[in-house]
T-cell receptor, first 116, second 110 residues
Framework: DTEVTQTPKHLVMGMTNKKSLKCEQH?????MYWYKQKAKKPPELMFV???????INESVPSRFSPECPNSSLLNLHLHALQPEDSALYLC???????????????FGPGTRLTVL | GIQVEQSPPDLILQEGANSTLRCNFS?????LQWFHQNPWGQLINLFY???GTKQNGRLSATTVATERYSLLYISSSQTTDSGVYFC????????????FGSGTRLLVRP
């Protein structure tokens, strides 16, 4: 199974709402990623988890809160977002053995988020 | 940081034509991937190719790491090849980061 799944596919939320994006992979990968992609731009890295620990935070505002409950799941909790946060949010995973990252990343289909 | 440039930025082809997409990068890398982003936003892995040549059906790719470029060849293009092609590289000082180029937007007309 070489698939990364994401739910929901689409999400519309108000600036006062709290919502969560979910990502799941069953490839045995130990590194998981959140990316943000604005229209007509390339994806930009937000967070990296390695062995369920936050490894990289690319100076993302605190209204985005990641969580990795186990090696297969990755969540992104959203609170008090702004309209400019509207984007495609992509999850990815890659294989890793301690000390060596293979870094070939596999992406999910994304969640298209609209903030009103 | 490392810079990734893709060319051309836009490309229009007639169905059946061949094309070459280029990716230049400014520093040594330990990873290079080519992706196709379809109109629904899905990023599809085409090649993991930090060096050498690979082929998969009508697609092939070559990376010359010493000269810091990679090429993606599409032969006998089909309308389903339309979308955006991204090159992404992994810097040698990071096990996790992928730096994306700006992409080549391809439209294949029937």
């Amino acid at each position: 199974d070489t698939e990364v799944t994401q739910t929901p596919k689409h999400l519309v939320m108000g600036m006062t709402n709290k919502k969560s994006l979910k990502c799941e992979q069953h490839m045995g990968h130990r590194a998981m990623y959140w990316y943000k992609q604005k229209a007509k731009k390339p994806p930009e890295l937000m967070f990296v988890y390695s062995y369920e620990k936050l490894s990289i935070n690319e100076s993302v505002p605190s209204r985005f809160s990641p969580e990795c409950p186990n090696s297969s799941l990755l969540n992104l909790h959203l609170h008090a977002l702004q309209p400019e946060d509207s984007a495609l949010y992509l999850c990815a995973s890659s294989q890793e053995n301690r000390g060596i990252s293979y870094n070939e990343q596999f992406f999910g289909p994304g969640t298209r988020l609209t903030v009103l | 940081g490392i810079q990734v440039e893709q060319s051309p930025p836009d490309l229009i082809l007639q169905e059946g034509a061949n094309s070459t997409l280029r990716c230049n990068f400014s520093d040594s890398v330990n990873n290079l991937q080519w992706f196709h982003q379809n109109p629904w936003g899905q990023l599809i892995n085409l090649f993991y190719i930090p060096s050498g040549t690979k082929q998969n059906g009508r697609l092939s790719a070559t990376t010359v790491a010493t000269e810091r470029y990679s090429l993606l060849y599409i032969s006998s293009s089909q309308t389903t090849d339309s979308g955006v092609y991204f090159c992404a590289v992994g810097p040698v000082d990071s096990s996790y980061k992928l730096i994306f180029g700006s992409g080549t937007r391809l439209l294949v007309r029937p």
